[in-house]
């Protein structure tokens, strides 16, 4: 029924209220505070898991706003440090500079992997969109020169991707691997869902040969299959690898790899910036957004 269906939902998203937006986001982010934060940490640390933090906000024009996620990022890592709690943080690059000036970014960063070094904590920049691309792998590889405990994103979906990991190999960085989430070109991007799964286990494959410790970020289970896989034939221990999965998406799986015995960390988003990251994930889950619009339209519940 509702491929067509799910495209008007879609599309009709920016007409939804906030507030409805709000309620039935609010899965993917622990909340507005870094207190709702920690509490979600805590709640995953008692099921075996660990998280990486997320500052919500992005696309950042203003230097003001850049200073203020700085400084919220230092009191992420200084509360998660104190209390010896099991997580690292992921930077967006553009909340922090990268859409204005480059060497900005880098000063924001390196102030925030200072305050990281303090606990031994692990910084991880996120991939964006394909402008960002080629400068957050600078801005990573600049970074990790000077800051070892540092990693970054790589994205299944380009076609560039599996010469952009020799650059990271040769370092040995520490590397999440996911589909990608961004609208890009075909010019850039792969497009047919096989396709991907393929070139994430190639991927997968050559940074796990090439001694690169990976996120395997994914709640595909034909991606989780075919890590599994690659990790049995290369004889890995749990020491080398781990999963990662979203706030919010499929708590079984979550469940499933951790009873399995492999290490698991969740992405935990918090902030007032909620809005552009709730949006990207109820895009990518046409379900949920359909009760947002039969809510809207005053249709009651779906009946699948
Ligand atoms: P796929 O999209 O095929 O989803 C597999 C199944 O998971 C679906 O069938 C559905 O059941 C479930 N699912 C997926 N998304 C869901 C949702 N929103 N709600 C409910 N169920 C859902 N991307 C990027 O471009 N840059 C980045 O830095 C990151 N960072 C990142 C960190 C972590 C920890 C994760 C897990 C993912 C990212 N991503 C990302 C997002 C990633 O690129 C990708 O878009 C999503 O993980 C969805 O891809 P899957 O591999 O899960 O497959």
Request: proline content about 4%.
């Amino acid at each position: 029924m509702s491929s067509i269906f799910d495209q008007l939902v879609v599309s009709s998203l920016p007409l939804v209220p906030r507030a409805l937006v709000k309620k039935f986001a609010s899965r993917y982010v622990a909340g507005d505070t870094l207190e709702a934060a920690l509490n979600t940490i805590r709640q995953l640390q008692s099921e075996g898991a660990m998280a990486t933090l997320d500052v919500l906000g992005e696309s950042v024009t203003h230097k003001d706003q850049t200073v203020a996620t700085r400084n919220e990022y230092i009191r992420a890592i200084n509360a998660i440090g104190t209390a010896g709690l099991p997580a690292n943080i992921s930077i967006k690059p553009t909340a922090v500079g990268l859409a204005i000036d480059s060497s900005l970014a880098l000063d924001n960063c390196k102030q925030i992997c200072e305050e990281a070094r303090k606990y031994d904590m692990f910084v991880r920049l996120d991939m964006e969109d394909t402008p960002f691309t080629e400068a957050t792998l600078k801005l990573v590889l600049d970074l990790n020169r000077e800051y070892p405990k540092t990693g970054v994103v790589i994205q299944a979906y380009l076609r560039r991707s599996m010469t952009d990991i020799d650059r990271l190999i040769a370092v040995k960085m520490n590397v999440r691997l996911c589909k990608g989430i961004y609208i890009e070109p075909r010019t850039l991007a792969y497009k047919d869902r096989q396709v991907v799964i393929e070139n994430y286990a190639a991927l997968a494959e050559k940074l796990l040969a090439g001694g690169c410790y990976v996120g395997l970020a994914t709640h595909d289970e034909a991606c989780v299959q075919k890590s599994l896989a690659i990790i049995a034939r290369l004889g890995l221990k749990t020491s080398q690898y781990e999963f990662q999965m979203l706030l919010g998406v499929d708590p079984l799986l979550r469940q499933i790899l951790l009873a399995a015995g492999h290490r698991l960390r969740v992405y935990v988003p918090y902030g007032k910036d909620w809005y552009a990251y709730s949006t990207r994930r109820l895009k990518e889950n046409p379900s949920i957004a359909r009760h947002v619009l039969r809510n809207i339209l005053g249709l009651g519940p779906a009946t699948s």
